[in-house]
């Protein structure tokens, strides 16, 4: 069974930093590309980053570049997400996403995990 979990959401001051986790199982992560998305209310779910372990690379939205670093544990099978200089705007809700590098594989998504900046 693929599962990806989502830890580390909370209430974070503007400024302040969280890290946020994935751990996946029942895949493996040469086969995916492993990122985050997030959702605010009354907004569409947007890409934050996604990273390949196969090579190490790593991919930003231009809005978090500079605040959010990936990164991974591969002998833990789990992904982080630093994020850094925490504005209220990222205020949402941060999903794990695996999106497979071969056509006609799944796309699995965690349950999500709330953050939340405020003062």
């Known amino acids: 069974e693929v599962q990806l979990v989502e830890s580390g959401g909370g209430l974070v001051q503007p400024g302040g930093s969280l890290r946020l986790s994935c751990a996946v199982s029942g895949l493996t992560f040469d086969d995916y590309a492993i990122g985050w998305f997030r959702q605010a209310p009354g907004k569409e779910r947007e890409g934050v980053s996604c990273m390949r372990s196969s090579d190490g690379s790593t991919h930003y939205a231009d809005s978090v570049k500079g605040r959010f670093t990936i990164s991974s544990d591969n002998a833990k099978n789990t992904v982080y997400l630093q994020m850094n200089s925490l504005k209220p705007e990222y205020t949402a809700v941060y999903y794990c996403?695996?999106?497979?590098?071969?056509?006609?594989?799944?796309?699995?998504w965690g349950q999500g995990t709330q953050v939340t900046v405020s003062s």
């Open positions: 996403n695996g999106t497979p590098v071969l056509d006609g594989w799944e796309d699995h």
